[in-house]
Nanobody, 126 residues
Framework: QLQLVESGGGLVQPGGSLRLSCAAS????????IGWYRQAPGKEREGVSR????????YYADSVKGRFTVSRDNAKNTVYLQMNSLKPEEPATYYC???????????????????WGQGTQVTVSS
């Protein structure tokens, strides 16, 4: 069974950091690009970041550039999202997704992903 499992979410104060993990089971993650998305209650899903299958290309939403870093360890079948300087407006459920194609000019387009995790909750509050 193909599965993605996110972990690492939790409660953090504004300005704090969290590292999310996206682990794959049932398939080899190194064949897939991985996207990170988030969705807050009552809001649309938002693309956060994407990393190519090799890790050589990364993309970020303007809102997280300079604060979030995506990386991968294909030997561990895991992708990470390091989130620093978290803001009060960033609480959401964060999802990872695996796909093999990209929409030219729209690297955070979510329609290309075949596999999605169940999400991990991030809360930013003092």
């Amino acid at each position: 069974q193909l599965q993605l499992v996110e972990s690492g979410g939790g409660l953090v104060q504004p300005g704090g950091s969290l590292r999310l993990s996206c682990a794959a089971s049932g398939f080899t993650l190194s064949s897939y690009a991985i996207g990170w998305y988030r969705q807050a209650p009552g809001k649309e899903r938002e693309g956060v970041s994407r990393i190519s299958s090799s890790g050589g290309r990364t993309y970020y939403a303007d809102s997280v550039k300079g604060r979030f870093t995506v990386s991968r360890d294909n030997a561990k079948n895991t992708v990470y999202l390091q989130m620093n300087s978290l803001k009060p407006e960033e609480p959401a459920t964060y999802y990872c997704a695996a796909g093999v194609v990209i929409v030219p000019g729209d690297p955070l387009n979510s329609s290309v992903y075949q596999h999605w995790g169940q999400g991990t909750q991030v809360t930013v509050s003092s």
